[in-house]
């Protein structure tokens, strides 16, 4: 018997480029630089299998080389996308992938297509005075807060691998480099439209609002005023986005334009962190001094930013600039209205509540009052007001310092419960679908990068990991994963970005 020797390597991609093909002037091709000893260190099997990869062919080495830039499969067409972006306000017009690079697209199991793109994959024309590199920590940072947020049901970029580059990364101290492989629905930001807006290309805006609506809003091609229902599109699915983070208690930290995705995922896990007690001015980037991407904030900067890619769309919405700037700003006036829609319909879920009353946002208001003055984990109180539903208010209760206080709100909420009837337990299994038990918490995401980085221990990272991806389920063996940091570390939690 003859057993056929597995190929070296694997076509594992089957690669359309679309980004490439059309979007000449918006990159720049580029190549992964070499690294000398590439390691697989993890391989996200169940998102290899949606991708339609063999996952077995890319263990060891094949799959070492290619995550890690050394051997660029066949049929990438590895490019460093350009595009402009304003940071914390203030507008850069070029930045672009200063160490990233988008391999190609790929069109997965269930027809969608996706970017295959590395971060940490050297210098490129975009690096200003960057190394182009990163090191390890962010990079399973990343990897842990994307697939949690999968897990929590939210919009997001995801990853695929992890390789080690055996190349040392010099930050604040030097550090194992690696790179990311990451998927998206795309990488078009609002900052790629900055970009051609910026140097007065309208027919390049118009070019690339093209290509995003082939790609993302198809059932729009061709139609009338197709620009200005793109952007009430980008509008809507960023008010959708936005509603999930707050009411899971995310902060993105640095939401530039650059890292607003029109895709509606989550992009550019950095300074990103969950609030533990409710705080709604919770800040946890180093650099976010002005608290400008302070939590309550978010729904501010969402609009703020879809009022700058608005801006890049005018010449395309109307003949008139003033008749374009009507149209615009009526999307941009109507996106908190869209916001406020989901945010409240996610409170209702989360409290329990079927159906709709007038009353119901005072309710959820005042109970975010109360957990923001007795400082309460916003996680646990929203997963064990689950559990008052079905008759034990003792784990909610138990949070508050003032229970008297406490009892006036539940009271109230009970009587809420009461008019609307239903069953107790599956009213309680409902809550429990929308309130997670387990989220990335600060002090155990910090535990696990520790162990990678300074030990080696990859076991921590695949534990957390596993929490992770059932967030929703309490398991003994997660409990440890569910408590609140100490809140001394909570006080000085410091996250940093670009690193
Ligand atoms: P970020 O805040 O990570 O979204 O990055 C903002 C900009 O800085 C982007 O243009 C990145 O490509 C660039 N950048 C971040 N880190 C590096 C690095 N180590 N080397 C080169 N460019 C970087
Ligand atoms: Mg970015």
Redesign the pocket.
């Known amino acids: 018997m003859t057993v056929a020797a597995a190929p070296l390597v694997p076509p594992p991609f089957v690669f359309d480029n679309s980004y490439a093909r059309e979007l000449e002037g918006f990159y720049v091709p580029w190549q992964p630089a070499p690294v000398p000893a590439p390691r697989l260190l993890r391989l996200n099997e169940a998102l290899a299998a949606e991708l339609g990869l063999d996952a077995a062919a890319l263990q060891g080495e094949a799959g070492a080389a290619l995550f890690a830039g050394n051997a660029v499969p066949e049929g990438a067409a590895p490019l460093a996308q350009a595009y402009a972006g304003h940071q914390f306000g203030g507008f850069n017009p070029q ?6 690079l988008l391999l190609g697209e790929v069109i997965d199991r269930h027809g969608r297509r996706r970017d295959i793109a590395f971060k940490g994959s050297g ?1 490129t024309p ?3 005075g ?4 990163a090191a390890l920590g962010p990079v399973l940072r990343e990897y842990l807060i994307g697939e949690a947020m999968h897990a929590l049901g939210v919009p997001t970029t995801r990853a695929l691998a992890v390789a080690a580059t055996g190349e040392p990364v010099w930050r604040e101290r030097e550090l194992p480099g690696a790179v990311l492989t990451r998927v998206a629905a795309s990488h078009v930001r609002v900052g790629t439209f900055q970009y051609v807006a910026a140097r007065g290309q309208p027919g390049e805006v118009k070019r690339l609002a093209e290509h995003v609506i082939a790609r993302h809003d198809p059932d729009l091609a061709g139609g009338d005023s197709r620009y200005l229902a793109l952007l009430r599109r980008v509008a809507g699915r960023q008010a959708a986005l936005i509603a999930q983070w707050m009411n899971l208690g995310f902060i993105h930290g ?1 939401m ?1 334009t ?2 607003m995705t029109v895709s509606g995922e989550t992009i ?1 896990y ?1 300074p990103c962190a969950f609030m533990e007690a409710y705080d709604p001015a919770t800040v946890f980037s180093s650099i976010d001094h002005g608290g400008r991407y302070a939590y309550a904030n978010q729904p501010l900067i969402a609009r703020w930013n879809l009022a700058r890619l608005a801006e890049t769309l005018l010449p395309l919405l109307a003949d008139e600039p003033e008749a374009a700037v009507v149209l615009a700003t009526g999307v941009i006036d109507a996106f908190p209205a869209w916001y406020d829609e989901a945010w409240r319909a996610g409170q209702r879920a989360k409290l329990g509540l079927a159906t709709a009353q007038p009353d119901d946002a005072a309710l959820a208001d005042d109970w975010l009052a109360l957990l923001q003055a007795q400082q309460v984990d916003f996680t646990l109180a929203w997963r064990t007001l689950a559990d008052a539903a079905e008759g034990r208010p003792a784990p909610l209760r138990d949070q508050f310092v003032d229970r008297a206080a406490a009892d006036d709100w539940l009271a109230r909420w009970q009587a809420r419960l009461a008019a609307e009837g239903g069953d107790m337990a599956a009213r309680a299994a409902a809550m429990r679908r929308v309130s997670p038990w387990v989220i990335p918490r600060n002090h155990r995401v910090e535990e696990a990068l520790a162990a990678a980085v300074d030990a080696g221990d990859l076991a921590p990272f695949e534990r957390l990991l596993a929490a992770l991806q059932q967030p929703f389920d309490e398991r003994p063996d997660n409990a440890r994963y569910a408590e609140p940091a100490p809140r001394e570390l909570t006080a000085g939690y410091r996250t940093f ?2 690193t």
């Open positions: 930045l672009g992938d200063g160490r990233a210098r975009f690096s200003r960057g190394d182009g590199k640095v530039n650059d890292n550019d950095g970005c670009g």
